[in-house]
């Protein structure tokens, strides 16, 4: 029976390979754990270079002085007071949106799932816009509920419009709904703005994604949210890689099928609205993220969402450093920069995917 088990879990790894989640991956599997330690290296050097790089540039005595000895100078205050909580919430927001992409990814065996592209992050920010607009909300933690709300609705509303074609929700019917629907979510919302310009005066910047300006406390309130999501993704990696298999053999091997997508959603969910309600929608960092860690990682989701836990916040503080230089003094929002550098991703994946996996 485990013979026969381990037969057909090859024949259906939806990754291409031959090998089982759990048995080694056949290029570099020892070298994981140093690819590993160089995205870590990586990410601590973009951190460095978010603190130093700005409309005022700082070495880094002054940003490790403003860190260690902090006086009142225009410098530490910079530093502290502004670039800190935005590097953090880089940080955050990184990790929160690649890994929502992995979990996404792995519940659908949908390699073009992406919150982005399938509607979600818009969804999440129709629902803030509305709160603004109608409600008259002004705070984070009121955002937080709307983004929450409006995750889980566009999610839902993707998946049964998918579902309702002859072949069900195929992958590229749900690339295709998730693009209309975060379209009408996203043009409904910028309809918002005219009916109120002056409420939504702050949120322009927001509606395109960005890192700078938020409001005080925003990484206080998201923190939370954050962690609950990343150890509920934790949690499910062992049950994820029985899913790869497909539903019959998750069954066969005790995966409990209904519950892993029921928390995965809710795990999706969470780090999606609380990402959105803190720096607007930012697309195709869950969709570049994993196929970039998969080459390295194999199909294993114990090493995917590593990675991406690692990588992702690497992909939004670059871009987010890139949107300081292109234009500066001036800046260019974080959402500009990965929508730039994924609208061509995910044109090579659409290309490269066969028509019958669609």
Same mark, same amino acid.
């Given at each position: 029976?485990?013979?026969?088990?381990?037969?057909?879990?090859?024949?259906?790894?939806?990754?291409?390979?031959?090998?089982?989640?759990?048995?080694?991956?056949?290029?570099?599997?020892?070298?994981?754990?140093?690819?590993?330690?160089?995205?870590?290296?990586?990410?601590?050097?973009?951190?460095?270079?978010?603190?130093?790089?700005?409309?005022?540039? $700082?070495?880094?005595?002054?940003?490790?002085?403003?860190?260690?000895?902090?006086?009142?100078?225009?410098?530490?205050?910079?530093?502290?007071?502004?670039?800190?909580?935005?590097? #953090?919430?880089?940080?955050?927001?990184?990790?929160?949106?690649?890994?929502?992409?992995?979990?996404?990814?792995?519940?659908?065996?949908?390699?073009?799932?992406?919150?982005? /592209? #399938?509607?979600?992050?818009?969804?999440?920010?129709?629902?803030?816009? *509305?709160?603004?607009?109608?409600?008259?909300?002004?705070?984070?933690?009121?955002?937080?509920?709307?983004?929450?709300?409006?995750?889980? /609705?566009?999610?839902?509303? *993707?998946?049964?419009?998918?579902?309702?074609?002859?072949?069900?929700? !195929?992958?590229?019917?749900?690339?295709?709904?998730?693009?209309?629907?975060?379209?009408?979510?996203?043009?409904?919302?910028?309809?918002?703005?005219? *009916?109120?310009?002056?409420?939504?005066?702050?949120?322009?910047?927001?509606?395109?994604?960005?890192?700078?300006?938020?409001?005080?406390?925003?990484?206080?309130?998201?923190?939370?949210?954050?962690?609950?999501?990343?150890?509920?993704?934790?949690?499910? !990696?062992?049950?994820?890689?029985?899913?790869?298999?497909?539903?019959?053999?998750?069954?066969?091997?005790?995966?409990?099928?209904?519950?892993?997508?029921?928390?995965?959603?809710?795990?999706?969910?969470? $780090?999606?609205?609380?990402?959105?309600?803190?720096?607007?929608?930012?697309?195709?960092?869950?969709?570049?993220?994993?196929?970039?860690?998969?080459? /390295?990682?194999?199909?294993?989701?114990?090493?995917?969402?590593?990675?991406? $836990?690692?990588?992702?916040?690497? $992909?939004? #503080?670059?871009?987010?450093?890139?949107?300081?230089?292109?234009?500066?003094?001036?800046?260019?929002?974080?959402?500009?920069? !990965?929508?730039?550098?994924?609208?061509?991703?995910?044109?090579?994946?659409?290309?490269?995917?066969?028509?019958?996996?669609?």
């Amino acid at each position: 029976m485990r013979s026969l088990v381990k037969n057909r879990g090859e024949e259906r790894n939806p990754h291409g390979s031959t090998a089982t989640p759990d048995e080694p991956h056949r290029r570099g599997v020892g070298a994981r754990p140093v690819w590993l330690l160089l995205c870590v290296v990586l990410l601590a050097l973009s951190c460095a270079a978010s603190l130093m790089v700005g409309s005022a540039r $700082l070495p880094m005595s002054t940003v490790w002085a403003a860190l260690a000895s902090p006086d009142q100078s225009i410098d530490h205050l910079t530093v502290l007071s502004l670039r800190v909580p935005r590097t #953090l919430l880089g940080l955050l927001v990184g990790m929160a949106l690649g890994v929502a992409g992995a979990l996404a990814q792995a519940l659908t065996r949908n390699p073009l799932a992406d919150p982005g /592209i #399938l509607g979600v992050n818009s969804g999440a920010a129709f629902a803030i816009a *509305v709160g603004v607009a109608v409600l008259g909300v002004t705070r984070i933690d009121q955002y937080l509920w709307l983004g929450f709300a409006g995750a889980l /609705i566009a999610a839902a509303l *993707v998946y049964l419009v998918s579902a309702r074609g002859p072949d069900g929700a !195929t992958p590229l019917r749900l690339v295709l709904v998730g693009v209309a629907l975060g379209a009408v979510f996203s043009g409904a919302a910028s309809a918002l703005t005219l *009916v109120d310009p002056e409420s939504f005066d702050r949120m322009r910047y927001w509606e395109a994604g960005t890192l700078a300006d938020r409001p005080a406390g925003t990484v206080a309130t998201i923190a939370p949210f954050v962690l609950v999501g990343l150890v509920l993704a934790a949690a499910l !990696t062992r049950s994820l890689n029985a899913l790869a298999l497909g539903e019959e053999l998750a069954h066969a091997m005790g995966a409990r099928v209904a519950l892993t997508r029921a928390f995965g959603i809710v795990a999706v969910t969470v $780090l999606c609205g609380a990402a959105t309600a803190a720096a607007g929608p930012i697309g195709f960092v869950g969709l570049m993220v994993p196929h970039a860690v998969r080459v /390295i990682t194999g199909p294993d989701q114990r090493w995917i969402l590593s990675f991406t $836990l690692v990588s992702a916040p690497v $992909l939004v #503080l670059l871009s987010d450093i890139i949107g300081r230089l292109v234009v500066w003094p001036g800046e260019l929002q974080v959402g500009v920069i !990965t929508a730039f550098l994924g609208a061509p991703v995910l044109i090579m994946l659409i290309r490269r995917t066969r028509a019958n996996a669609l």
